[in-house]
Structure formats: structure tokens, C-alpha cells
């Protein structure tokens, strides 16, 4: 029966980690997988999650299934981070919100939901997207168009040719956002576009969906909602996908949520039950231990603000690794590497063609996406200088 069965490719991402963990130079550097690591090349647990880690082993009573909802607490707290607690509390019960296996599970129950209300909607995808984005929700039944987003020629966001896209786009259709730290560029719409693009998007009864991946690894936790917020404030459906495994370090744990805005409380709880039911043809309820961990840590006063203190510091330290980053590139190759430093969150995009990429994988040993993505989070003091050096080698 499986005697002629395809064998695929690896990802085009775990694949190039793999390859990087399998790699016996001593002297390698991983930047394909977009996590955080520490100085140390560490992907480290946040300290508010391993207080929140020991009380939870200390109090858990039972491993019984979650609710297929979720955990309260958990959908609670993510909610309020997501929107604020001014919106939510505006808002009431036109939100619902269900508990995921992390943000891809909350992106592939959004795509669920949004086919069963309407399955010949168009969803709009920005060019690029992460390559992940179009199979997720492929394989639910959507169609896609691209809209144009990233310009390698200005590098930066071509605002009005993604507004031009648009305009082919029909009322009803998804437009597919992401909230901050677009990945793979690490380029965002301003406030003032955050602003037009709501407007535009109302006009034309066009539906965001907003995966927010990073909040809180750009400029601040509320500084990267404002964007999201915005469109809040003028459209009235939406779906957002959020994760938790950047922002409070929960990657294996698989703990994320899908938020529905309905136009009203009736719509909302449809949508919150169409996921619900989603699920359970999938995978029956969401795994517990992440989602509980960061239940804890948002509802208490005390592991909150230490976790976003923590947070803080990530943050800083990124766009800290941005400046000496782009300042060493800029003194070793004497080009314009200025916009590594204009971007936000994890990624950038280094300009190379997919042959100098390659080369700086085999030659080098320094592991970046084909499309020449690299996590910035990677770069430390250490290897800082081998990755300048390299990349001005192949260039
Ligand atoms: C990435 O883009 O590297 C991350 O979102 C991890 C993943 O699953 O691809």
C-alpha cells in the first residue's frame, strides 16, 4: 500500500535546523528557527514560568482532559494582553476565544472557522508570508492570492502596491496580517499605515485575520498591539491567532489561542463553537501543561510583572543585536545595512541570492533560510563577528 508512497522533503525551515544540529563545526551558527536564544546560544525558560513550573507540580491534583475550550484563566489572561483590558471590557461578549495547540493550531482553527462560514472566500496573503501560512490553511479547503508587501528594491514595505493588491480583493475575503515582527521580514506598517489599511479594510468589508506570533519581541507589549488594536477600533469581525511560544517561552509546550471578534455576542459564540468542533474532529481538547503554566504566570500579579520585565529585556537585547549587527556588517562590507536595524522582531532579511545562502551554509557553516531570513536572536558576542565575516565573504 505505501510501496510507492511519496518521500518528501524536509521543511523548508526544521529542515535547515536539522541540518545545522547535524553539522560536526564546532564553530557553526544556527539563525534558521525563528526562537529566542540567550548570550549563551540557550533557548532559556522565563524565571516567572519555572516559578509558575513548580507551584503547578506542587498543587496539580488531576490529569484529567482540558475543557475543549481551553483554560480559563489562560484564555483570560491572553485575551486581555492581546486587546487590553479597555477593549475587552468594550468589546464584552462579542469575544470568545478557544485555547490551541499553539499559534499554528490557532491559525488552522481560524482557517476551519472562516470555511465553514464562508468556504469561497478568498484569503490575501502577504508576499512573503511564513512559508507555513499557505499549507496550514491549504489544506482546510481556502483559496489564496498574494498581496504585495515586501520591496527587496527599498527594502521595506511597498505600502501602496499592498493597497493596490487589495483593491482585487472582494468584500468578505480574508486579508491574512501579521500583528508585529512580520516574519520573514521584520517589516511592519507604521502607525499612519496601521491607521489606512483599517480604514481601507472597513470600506471594502474586507475580514482581518492577524496572526500574532511576537507581541512584545518588537518594540513592547503594547507597542506591538497598537497595530491590531487599530483595526479593532474600526472593523467589526475578526480572528486573531496567538502564540505563546515566543513571548513566554512556551515553544514545546504547544500553548497558544484563537480570538474571535464577532459583530455581535451570537456570532461570536458560533465561531468560538465551530473551532471547538474543529478540534474535536482533530485532536478532541488542547494539552494542558503550557496553557496552565501561562495561566499562572497572567493572572498573578507578581509572575506577570516579572515576566514582563523578563520580556522586556529580550526585546532590548534583540534590537540591541540589530544596531551592532548592522553597524558591524556595515563597517566590514561598506554597504547599506541600515534597515537591520529599522526592523523589528526576530527576522530580517540579508539581501543574498539563494546561492550565496547556500554557500554560507556549506562554506561556512553559518545556517540561514534559501530566502536568506536569519534569526536574529541567533547572533551573540561570540559568534557576531564569524557571521559578519562570513556574510561579506559570500557577498
Ligand atoms: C519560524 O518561522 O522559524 C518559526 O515560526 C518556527 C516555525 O515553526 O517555523
Redesign the pocket.
Known amino acids: 500500500m505505501f510501496d510507492s508512497l511519496a518521500l518528501l522533503p524536509p521543511d523548508s525551515?526544521?529542515g535547515l535546523a536539522a541540518a545545522c544540529r547535524a553539522d560536526s563545526n564546532p564553530d557553526k551558527v544556527d539563525l534558521t528557527?525563528?526562537v529566542y536564544m540567550d548570550e549563551t546560544g540557550l533557548c532559556p525558560v522565563f524565571e516567572a514560568v519555572q516559578q509558575a513550573q513548580r507551584d503547578l507540580v506542587q498543587e496539580e491534583m488531576t490529569k484529567v482532559y482540558m475543557p475543549p475550550q481551553g483554560d480559563a484563566a489562560y484564555l483570560e489572561g491572553v485575551q486581555t494582553l492581546v486587546l487590553g483590558e479597555e477593549r475587552r471590557a468594550l468589546l464584552g461578549d462579542r469575544l470568545t476565544a478557544v485555547q490551541t495547540p499553539g499559534g499554528c493550531g490557532a491559525v488552522r482553527l481560524g482557517a476551519e472557522v472562516i470555511f465553514a462560514a464562508a468556504p469561497t472566500a478568498t484569503v490575501w496573503v502577504s508576499d512573503p508570508t511564513?512559508p507555513?501560512h499557505i499549507p496550514l490553511m491549504g489544506s482546510v479547503g481556502l483559496q489564496f492570492k498574494s498581496y504585495r508587501y515586501y520591496s527587496a528594491a527599498i527594502r521595506g514595505l511597498d505600502f501602496t502596491a499592498m493597497l493596490e493588491d487589495l483593491e482585487a480583493a472582494s468584500p468578505g475575503d480574508i486579508v491574512l496580517l501579521h500583528g508585529c515582527c512580520h516574519?520573514p521580514s521584520g517589516v511592519d506598517p507604521n502607525a499612519e499605515q496601521w491607521q489606512a489599511l483599517a480604514t481601507f479594510m472597513a470600506e471594502r468589508a474586507l475580514v482581518p485575520m492577524v496572526d500574532f506570533?511576537y507581541q512584545g519581541m518588537g518594540a513592547g507589549l503594547s507597542e506591538d498591539a497598537a497595530g491590531l488594536r487599530c483595526l479593532i477600533d474600526h472593523i467589526p469581525e475578526m480572528i486573531i491567532a496567538v502564540s505563546s511560544s515566543k513571548n513566554i517561552g512556551l515553544y514545546r509546550e504547544r500553548a497558544g489561542a484563537v480570538i474571535f471578534l464577532g459583530g455581535d455576542a451570537r456570532a461570536a459564540e458560533a465561531m468560538a463553537s465551530q473551532a471547538v468542533s474543529a478540534a474535536r474532529r482533530v485532536y478532541s481538547m488542547p494539552p494542558a501543561h503550557g496553557a496552565l503554566l501561562a495561566g499562572r504566570v497572567l493572572s498573578s500579579p507578581d509572575l506577570r510583572s516579572q515576566w514582563a520585565a523578563e520580556l522586556a529585556q529580550i526585546c532590548q537585547r534583540i534590537n540591541g543585536l540589530r544596531r551592532d549587527f548592522c553597524d558591524a556588517l556595515i563597517a566590514e562590507t561598506d554597504r547599506d545595512f541600515a534597515f537591520i536595524s529599522e526592523e523589528h522582531g526576530m527576522f530580517s532579511f540579508l539581501g543574498l541570492s539563494v546561492e550565496q545562502a547556500q554557500r554560507l551554509r556549506n562554506d561556512k557553516s553559518v545556517y540561514v533560510l534559501d530566502s536568506s531570513r536569519i534569526n536574529i536572536a541567533g547572533l551573540n558576542a561570540g559568534n557576531m563577528d564569524r557571521v559578519v565575516n562570513a556574510v561579506s565573504a559570500v557577498l
Open positions: 525551515i526544521l528557527l525563528g511564513w507555513v516574519n506570533a
